[in-house]
């Protein structure tokens, strides 16, 4: 900023003068020292933009509808991610919104697409089938399946849904455009979108099931003197369709009612009980599940059907026996009688040795209060 003022016109005098000239010299001098760090920062600057935007790399994705489905009254919808960098996308978010006037609730499930899928125990098995895999980054190829429910369509007949995706590759966030996709009333009985090709073993169809059902994770208990295979037991006595999904750890059976979805892990059968095996089903409501529970008790007449998070308790209860009462019993009766000699003779006894005995009457206390416990346990799984 110049400052142009001349001291010779006022009616001053000399050593006013004096002292207004010598501090609009500091003044000047001042102005010209901020200008110039002005103009060092604004360099300064301009340099670290152009040094950033010099060592980012555009993150080149490509971004297309894959399928669309209805099924279970909700709409699947999946899009395509191409990802050419050589950094895995993270954090992958959709922002969507559409042209009706209510909100736009929406479910997001991602897919990384892997040509070679690792092996994975039940617990934390993640493949769906055909190289899908659940997971929160996509590295060459992957889809992001997004579930609203079917509109009522009273205010209008179709909705168009827009948006865009937030997606972190390297640290950097990225802004990419959704395409367009309209939906319609027509779309919930067409059938390029309805989930006919599921019979014929297609990945995206039990995908889209997957999606828009509820997830029920049981324990299916054949009888003793059943000795029919899993797959015969499902396919031809209980009637339901094997859907031999390629690179599968898993084994799909499609009940003939409301695209029930039974799913059997290869490593379902490990566990105490040889008859037992964890299955998951995906049923679109609680009623379809118990029908499903209702024709499977029919068609294999003995097999208990229970929850896989009382199973544990099950199989505690269900090995129980007389005998097995009987020894803790035996155990907690000379625990008690090994307590009580220590805590008679711990009254006798002084110093060092009172110590010593102290510590192993707290520990004997300690197994009976175990044995206790146990008997209890087995008493209440008995009693029931």
């Avoid at 003022?5 to 609009?24: E, I, N, P, Q, S």
């Avoid at 600057?45 to 209805?70: A, G, M, V």
């Avoid at 125990?121 to 992957?142: A, D, P, Q």
């Avoid at 000379?334 to 009580?340: G, N, T």
């Amino acid at each position: 900023m110049d400052i142009d003022l001349d001291l010779d016109d006022l009616d001053l005098g000399d050593r006013v003068k004096d002292f207004l000239t010598h501090k609009l010299k500091e003044i000047k001098s001042y102005n010209v020292t901020i200008e110039e760090k002005i103009k060092l920062r604004e360099q300064h600057l301009s340099d670290l933009y152009r040094t950033e935007n010099d060592s980012k790399k555009k993150l080149d994705c490509q971004i297309s509808l894959k399928w669309k489905k209805c099924v279970n009254r909700k709409y699947a919808i999946c899009y395509k991610i191409q990802n050419t960098n050589n950094r895995p996308l993270i954090h992958v978010k959709p922002f969507l919104c559409w042209t009706s006037s209510k909100p736009l609730t929406y479910q997001t499930f991602i897919y990384d697409v892997k040509s070679k899928v690792e092996e994975c125990t039940r617990n934390n098995c993640l493949n769906i089938g055909g190289g899908l895999v659940k997971t929160n980054s996509i590295n060459s190829e992957g889809y992001v399946v997004v579930v609203i429910d079917v509109p009522s369509y009273l205010d209008c007949l179709e909705y168009t849904i827009s948006g865009k995706f937030s997606i972190n590759s390297d640290g950097t966030d990225s802004l990419l455009d959704v395409p367009d996709e309209r939906i319609t009333c027509e779309n919930v009985a067409h059938g390029e979108i309805l989930n006919a090709p599921l019979l014929t073993g297609d990945v995206d169809g039990v995908l889209s099931v997957i999606v828009t059902s509820i997830r029920t994770d049981l324990v299916f208990v054949f009888p003793s003197d059943w000795y029919t295979s899993l797959e015969n037991t499902f396919e031809i006595h209980c009637s339901m369709t094997n859907l031999n999904i390629p690179n599968s750890c898993k084994t799909y059976f499609l009940a003939s009612f409301d695209n029930v979805l039974l799913a059997v892990h290869a490593q379902s059968s490990e566990t105490q009980s040889k008859n037992a095996v964890f299955i998951t089903v995906y049923s679109n409501s609680n009623q379809v599940l118990f029908s499903l529970l209702h024709h499977l008790h029919r068609q294999v007449p003995g097999a208990i059907i229970i929850p896989e998070e009382i199973f544990e308790a099950y199989e505690i209860k269900s090995s129980v026996t007389s005998a097995d009462v009987a020894e803790l019993l035996g155990k907690f009766e000379k625990s008690i009688a090994k307590e009580l000699k220590m805590a008679d003779i711990l009254i006798r006894a002084e110093g060092k040795d009172s110590r010593e005995l102290r510590r192993n009457l707290v520990d004997s206390e300690r197994d009976t209060d175990s044995l206790y416990l146990k008997i209890c346990e087995l008493y209440n799984f008995t009693k029931n």
